[in-house]
């Protein structure tokens, strides 16, 4: 048995850019606040990193009611990016949260609806002590651009990755949207606009209608599917970005125990993000390290990278 297996990985980067995780087990944005919140449920120090809640250039309110609504083996949620935004977050959030942070990374998810909100907010965060990096999410309608999805056009995705890294020295993750053609393009794309990692995948878009009144429950009629039943695609488009990926990939969708994390890994991510998992087991990314542990203590495995992307296919 392997006394203690080294957990550590490496998600990429150069110079400052370098993120080396504790664990692999990160937690994902939107289901896990701004960290403070589930620090009574256990340390944050026991997971690899998390991702903070959707940052903005200006406080936003979000989406009408109703904004979730649970599916069969998972949930829509059509919240709309609400968050007390960059400035609060920095001034308010952030000297608390660095408290509990002395080893888990704290990566900040950002999102604006035009190239110079997505610089303004990297610029902000570059200097910000305890900030290891930034999550851009591309899900995002580019105002200014008749509302094309950022993430689903390859050129938009990437002047998007462009302008964030040439406003901050951090550590740059870009969150890939599931809802495109060919995953392989987007990643090519961000690569292309100097990503230092990849993230993926955010949610599926989908809704749900109630027969009764003949309407669609959501707010917004449509929302972002999350949970158990995502992830086996999920994994697959895993897989498939890792056959062309050159940077580090972090993969999410459904995962809730230490197997459903190693799918994502054996497929070719370096690290994970634990996301609905988190309303139902706040405790689950802590306990989904050490499930891992005793995996690879039971395997006899004493390096976790030697798990990535070993699977015979």
């Not at 964030?164 to 890939?176: A, E």
């Not at 599931?178 to 100097?194: C, F, H, L, R, W």
């Not at 309303?279 to 306990?287: C, I, L, N, R, S």
Request: aromatic letters at 6%; hydrophobic letters at 40%; one cysteine or more.
């Amino acid at each position: 048995m392997a006394s203690n297996p080294n957990m550590k990985v490496n998600i990429g980067g150069k110079g400052r850019a370098n993120v080396v995780l504790e664990n692999p087990v990160m937690t994902a944005s939107g289901t896990f606040g701004y960290g403070l919140e589930f620090t009574k449920y256990f340390k944050l120090d026991k997971i690899g990193g998390l991702c903070t809640k959707g940052l903005s250039p200006k406080p936003r309110e979000g989406n009408p009611y109703p904004r979730i609504v649970e599916t069969p083996s998972g949930m829509l949620n059509s919240i709309g990016l609400q968050n007390v935004g960059v400035d609060v977050f920095i001034n308010d959030k952030m000297p608390e949260l660095r408290k509990h942070c002395k080893t888990s990374k704290i990566i900040a998810n950002i999102f604006a609806e035009d190239l110079e909100g997505y610089g303004e907010v990297a610029r902000k965060l570059d200097q910000v002590e305890g900030i290891a990096g930034v999550e851009i999410n591309i899900s995002c309608p580019n105002v200014k651009h008749g509302g094309i999805v950022f993430g689903t056009d390859p050129n938009e995705a990437r002047k998007v990755v462009e302008m964030v890294r040439k406003n901050t020295s951090l550590h740059v993750m870009t969150k890939l949207s599931p809802n495109v053609t060919d995953i392989k393009v987007m990643v090519k794309a961000v690569e292309d606009g100097g990503t230092d990692s990849i993230s993926l995948v955010n949610t599926f878009t989908g809704m749900k209608v109630d027969v009764e009144t003949g309407k669609p429950i959501l707010g917004t009629v449509r929302g972002g599917l999350s949970g158990p039943a995502i992830r086996p695609m999920a994994v697959f488009l895993t897989w498939e970005a890792s056959k062309v990926a050159t940077v580090p990939l972090i993969g999410m969708g459904g995962i809730t125990d230490y197997k459903d994390a190693l799918e994502f890994i054996l497929a070719g991510a370096t690290a994970v993000q634990v996301g609905t998992m988190n309303f139902v087991e706040p405790k689950g990314p802590a306990v989904i390290v050490e499930d891992l542990k005793k995996f690879m203590k039971r395997k006899k495995i004493t390096d976790f990278k030697e798990l990535i992307g070993s699977m015979e296919a």
